[in-house]
């Protein structure tokens, strides 16, 4: 059964001196969501508010519910928020394998129950990381890291999934395949991906809702 588009409302609020003041909101009801603009931009910023890696006054709500705060009014620890991050830079932990690089995510919510097995092994050949799994990640080109990464998110099953150029290390030619493959991930777990790119290609293939940033502040 095919569920209802979550609703995306973030109202950010964030100032790096002498680069740009961030006061914007994002609305969405779309499943899947660009961001693109300039380098510097603000674009990995904004992200960043999002998930919580930025500690700010920021407001952000999933169909109408407060995702960064708890019953209380405390603000919730990144572990608790149903959110994932796939960063460029992918931040693999080295001091792991593979295998428990997708799995940390899992431990951290409560064990392998978060996904279902049939499931997670399913992510695993549908990122092509089933030979890795052994392989420490010094061992892995950019492009195989950048695979890790994505397995490792979509494992928590996040009901927000935030992208910041998840595929920039992979090859032009499978590009396109693994981006296809995040999509229907996206689509059949009924998520929000929010996707930040600089590629046209990219920017054609994922968008239904697009936002321009510059300066850190929409454009239109």
Known sequence: MKTEPLLLQALLEYQIPGRFDIRLELSTNERLN?????????KS???????????????IK?????????????????????VGMVFQD???????DVQANTEFGLRRRGGRSAIA????????????????????????????????GLVRALAC?????????????????????????????VEKAGSCLVYVTHDPEETEQLGRRFWRIDNGQLCD
């Open 45 to 59: 910023t904004i992200l960043k508010l999002i998930s919580g890696w930025i500690q700010s006054n920021s407001v």
């Open 90 to 96: 992918d931040m693999l932990f080295p001091h792991l």
């Open 157 to 185: 099953q996040p009901k927000l999934l935030l992208c910041d150029e998840p595929v920039s290390a992979i090859d032009r030619q499978s590009r396109r395949l693994i981006v296809g493959r995040l999509i229907e991930w």
């Open 117 to 148: 097995d049939d499931e997670y092994q399913a992510l695993i050949d549908i990122f092509e990381i089933r030979n890795l799994l052994t392989n420490r990640v010094q061992q892995l080109s950019g492009g195989e890291r950048q695979r890790v």
């Open 34 to 42: 660009v961001l693109t603009g300039p380098s510097g931009s603000g």
């Open 62 to 82: 999933l169909s109408g519910s407060r995702i960064d705060l708890d019953n209380w009014g405390k603000t919730l620890p990144l572990s608790c928020r149903p």
